[in-house]
């Protein structure tokens, strides 16, 4: 059974919704009946850096990770922290590689450079498989948290979603680009302070920072710098390295929330500087949650929550560490359970405008190209209502899928490696064709499901290490005598978000898992899959584009190249080389 937080809690919560709802409104109005489409969605191309660089950060550290990331930590130890080290040269390629192609050819959403650079049937076949994902997303970023914080402490689950879905609809819908950014950054101050206070607070109480790496080790889950090539091991430094390395990559360079914020900036170096900032902060919100799930642990080293039946999934251990610490300061878990609501709000409310942006740009302004400015205006905004309609519903719908989801959501998140191996091969090979392009995307996408569907045949040789209940009569207080849920599943469950895309994995075995081992293809670590996916989007997409075009390549607009590989390459003209039918669809394009 659940604590109930103080009314106070909730007056904590609801203004802290309020807050963001207000952002949206001033915003609205300051823009007035006639917001043009760019200031719509960037901005007018007038944003500042610093809370464009805060925007980025929030905006990919979802409520998944404010609970999810933690619960990695605990039930896994900290060497999922190693691959922190990829995100001090990830940004830089970000910036210099990914970002000038974006900014300069003014595009407002992703995939009108595919248009560019490829066709429209790799452009439309990428926006629907991104498209029903980040619905996807959107769903499980509102129902994930919902469900852990009305376990763990007692908010209604209704309550949770329809907040979070109503106001963050409400304020996109009428603020745009500007609302959202502005919300992310008083929602990423949220964030930092809910983690810096659980840390501090949680380390004080169990003696201190040497106590708690005491604790730490003697549990098991310690730094250890594995290199071993073994796929199978769930974290080793080449794993942490390659992992992370795709996977940030694919988040800062074809995430269509992030280009949104790159080119809303006012200069192509603010973009740069932005880009990069941006993904340092989301480099240490993601530290503060690793850091969040060691300080758990080392509380509960030896009566774990998890094992004794206190709580039923791995990604409740945030909530109900909440309560345990503050449930005598009312108004103090409010909060930290804010910052929850704040992580779903600030990645919803991008995610949604990104997908907006889409259906306007890519879709609207294809069907209509003579819409008058006000009424794609006031269509954009009606879509945004009801897409944040479908995304509330795709949450309540959640609740009744079960394994469903992780399903869906597993085989979603396996199509961000393709669809990051499009855009390399647009961008550094000028050589690739639309043929290449659309046969890498469909060829890996192939090869990343059978993966995944080898996977659910054949388990891990990989166990996570043991958790403690030897002490559980130590910690006999309110909260816990309150809280006694059996765990009534044979595998604990829980989605979380890294690396930039959703994973919805075992987190713990409460009984003997399935022993049937297969060979290293499918029981490799999570974090190979994305590797594996782009690799193989790259090495196809190659393959066929100089089969299709051998002996007749296709020469490239530079633009539609990065810039180094611009620079040196030679099968390229410069833009007005074009023919006039090229000319036209070239032009026909950059409209849309």
């Not at 902060?281 to 509960?300: H, K, S």
């Not at 997908?355 to 905004?381: C, F, H, L």
């Not at 891990?460 to 130590?474: H, K, N, Q, T």
Request: aromatic share 12%; hydrophobic share 45%; with cysteine.
């Amino acid at each position: 059974m659940a604590v109930v937080i103080s009314a106070l809690d909730y007056i904590v919560v609801i203004a802290m919704l309020a807050t963001s709802a207000a952002i949206g409104v001033f915003f609205a109005y300051r823009a007035g009946r006639n917001q043009s489409s760019v200031d719509y969605f960037l901005g007018s191309r007038q944003m500042s850096l610093i809370p464009v660089s805060f925007s980025l950060a929030a905006t990919i550290m979802s409520a998944i990770t404010y609970l999810g990331t933690p619960a990695e930590v605990y039930v896994h130890g900290p060497m999922y922290g190693v691959g922190l080290i990829t995100r001090l040269y990830v940004p830089l390629i970000v910036a210099y590689c990914f970002v000038p192609v974006y900014y300069r050819l003014k595009v407002t959403t992703m995939y009108e450079y595919l248009g560019m650079r490829f066709n429209n049937k790799v452009r439309y076949t990428v926006i629907v498989i991104k498209s029903l994902y980040e619905f996807l997303y959107m769903g499980i970023v509102i129902y994930t948290p919902a469900l852990a914080l009305s376990v763990a402490t007692g908010i209604s689950l209704p309550f949770s979603i329809l907040s979070t879905g109503i106001i963050c609809t409400f304020y996109t819908s009428i603020g745009g680009i500007k609302a959202v950014i502005w919300t992310d950054v008083f929602q990423a101050f949220s964030m930092l302070l809910g983690a810096i206070v659980m840390i501090i607070a949680g380390t004080v109480r169990y003696g201190g920072v040497a106590e708690g790496w005491r604790r730490m080790i003697e549990g098991d889950r310690g730094i250890h710098l594995n290199f071993s090539p073994d796929l199978t091991i769930r974290y080793t430094f080449w794993s942490n390295m390659l992992g992370p390395t795709l996977g940030w990559l694919a988040n800062g360079a074809v995430s269509q929330s992030l280009i949104q914020r790159y080119n809303s900036c006012k200069t192509e170096r603010d973009a740069k500087v932005a880009s990069y900032l941006g993904m340092m902060g989301m480099a240490v919100i993601e530290a503060l949650a690793i850091a969040t799930g060691m300080t758990a642990f080392a509380y509960y080293y030896k009566c774990d929550p998890l094992t004794s039946g206190k709580i039923s999934r791995a990604d409740q251990i945030v909530p109900y560490f909440i309560i345990d610490l503050f449930h005598s300061y009312p108004g103090v878990p409010g909060i930290m359970i804010g910052g929850a609501f704040c992580a779903s709000l600030s990645s919803m409310s991008s995610v949604l405008n990104g997908i907006v942006a889409a259906a306007g740009q890519d879709v609207v302004k294809s069907v209509w190209p003579n819409m008058s400015e006000s009424r794609y205006s006031m269509t954009t905004k009606i879509i945004s209502f009801a897409f944040g309609v479908m995304t509330v519903a795709l949450a309540f719908v959640a609740s009744f899928l079960g394994g469903v989801v992780k399903t869906i959501v597993t085989i979603g998140g396996m199509m961000r490696g393709p669809v990051f191996g499009v855009f390399v091969l647009g961008m550094f090979f000028p050589r690739a064709n639309s043929e290449g392009a659309m046969c890498g995307l469909l060829g890996s996408f192939v090869i990343g499901l059978t993966q995944f569907i080898g996977s659910n045949v054949y388990s891990s040789p990989y166990r996570p290490p043991p958790l403690s209940v030897e002490g559980c009569m130590e910690f006999t207080n309110a909260t816990s005598s309150m809280m006694t849920t059996p765990v009534a599943y044979t595998e604990v469950t829980s989605v979380s978000d890294r690396d930039g895309g959703i994973y919805a994995s075992p987190s713990l075995y409460t009984s003997p898992p399935p022993t049937l081992h297969g060979p290293a293809y499918f029981t490799m670590s999570y974090l190979y899959i994305s590797v594996l996916t782009t690799i193989s989007c790259i090495v196809i997409g190659l393959i066929v584009s100089y089969i299709t075009s051998w002996g007749n390549p296709r020469v490239v607009d530079p633009r539609h190249l990065t810039p180094l590989v611009a620079r040196y390459s030679t099968n390229m003209r410069t833009y007005g080389e074009h023919s006039s039918e090229e000319e036209n669809e070239y032009v026909t394009l950059k409209q849309v």
